[in-house]
């Protein structure tokens, strides 16, 4: 691992998954920002510079498809998004980098962001 240090934004709209994601994150060495919802997350990414986005695909109002839209056909479609789903066999095809089952381990966690820097 080089010294560059990733910036991760985790959004989630469980307030206590998006404690558990950051701490572990950044006990990994990640600086991490995190948002409750997709509005809120999309306009961190359009203002703050992110090497990946970690972000559950169901939410409330804003999804998780909507933040993945955002990024790729508005913002930036090279930034890597990995969704996280509590039933990734539902999910159809998708165009999300990663797709990481919740609940996941640290090393899970770790290793689907590591793939995506490979
Ligand atoms: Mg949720």
């Given at each position: 691992m080089n010294d560059r240090k990733i910036y991760i934004l985790v959004v989630d709209d469980e307030h206590s998954i998006l404690k558990m994601l950051k701490l572990r994150l950044e006990r990994s060495g990640y600086v991490v920002d995190i948002a409750s919802n997709g509005k809120k997350a999309i306009a961190m990414i359009d203002e703050n510079y992110y090497d990946v986005i970690l972000t559950d695909i169901k939410m409330p109002e804003f999804s998780g498809e909507q933040i993945l839209r955002h990024v790729k056909?508005?913002?930036?479609?090279?930034?890597p998004v990995i969704g996280m789903s509590g039933t990734p066999w539902l999910l159809e095809q998708n165009d999300y980098d990663a797709i990481l089952s919740k609940p996941c381990t640290t090393k899970e966690l770790i290793s689907a962001i590591n793939q995506i820097f490979k």
């Open positions: 056909l508005i913002n930036n479609d090279t930034l």
